[in-house]
């Protein structure tokens, strides 16, 4: 997605992720959210994404992925960047449990595989770098419920917030093995439908 748009996407859980793993009184707490399936806490990814975007990063504008989950985060973006689109990806709860707990994710280039439906060539092998597959702690069946609730009460009431706000592009899927691909050019299609000033490229 990110490559087609010649935007950086910013991924607040992958840097929560990145910070879990240090030695500090900070990343044992994150570590202790994220075993449970629950949210970091607003004060902390808030100040996370301001620190983000301070950096040289949004001359040109970028994608956040994974943020909002919660209202107070939703009103924190406004104070310190616009909202031009939502993307608001569609998928059946079973879907979803489904594709998460078979889910493997490359070490060293982040790409995302699935050992049911999308298989690396090689088993715990990245086809595109090499690198070495992991599983998510939190991709286990009881932790994607529990995540899954935790959207329901958290995440869900944004998309009322937004409505008549901030235009959403969608995609529905309602098969388990459409490929990424397919999502991917249907949400650029609906972006392309709202004439964005986004510089560079776009699909
Ligand atoms: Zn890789």
């Not at 970028?62 to 009103?75: E, H, M, N, S, V």
Request: some cysteine.
């Amino acid at each position: 997605m990110q490559s087609k748009f010649d935007i950086p996407a910013i991924s607040t859980g992958d840097i929560l992720r990145e910070m879990a793993k240090e030695e500090t009184q900070l990343a044992k707490e994150i570590r202790e959210f994220m075993s449970k399936g629950e949210l970091v806490p607003d004060k902390i990814v808030i100040e996370i994404l301001k620190e983000k975007l301070a950096e040289d990063v949004s001359k040109n504008g970028f994608i956040l992925d994974g943020y909002p989950r919660t209202l107070g985060q939703a009103k924190a973006l406004e104070n310190f960047t616009r909202n031009d689109a939502i993307i608001r990806l569609r998928v059946p709860e079973w879907i979803l449990v489904e594709r998460l707990s078979s889910r493997r994710i490359c070490k060293a280039c982040g790409a995302v595989y699935n050992i049911r439906f999308l298989k690396p060539k090689n088993p715990g092998i990245c086809d595109k770098c090499g690198g070495q597959l992991y599983q998510r702690i939190d991709d286990t069946p009881k932790l994607i419920k529990e995540r899954l609730k935790v959207y329901e009460r958290q995440t869900r009431p944004l998309i009322e917030y937004y409505k008549g706000k901030v235009p959403f592009v969608e995609s529905n899927t309602e098969k388990i093995d459409i490929p990424p691909d397919i999502a991917v050019a249907e949400i650029i299609k609906g972006l392309k439908k709202l004439n964005l000033p986004l510089k560079g490229k776009l699909g």
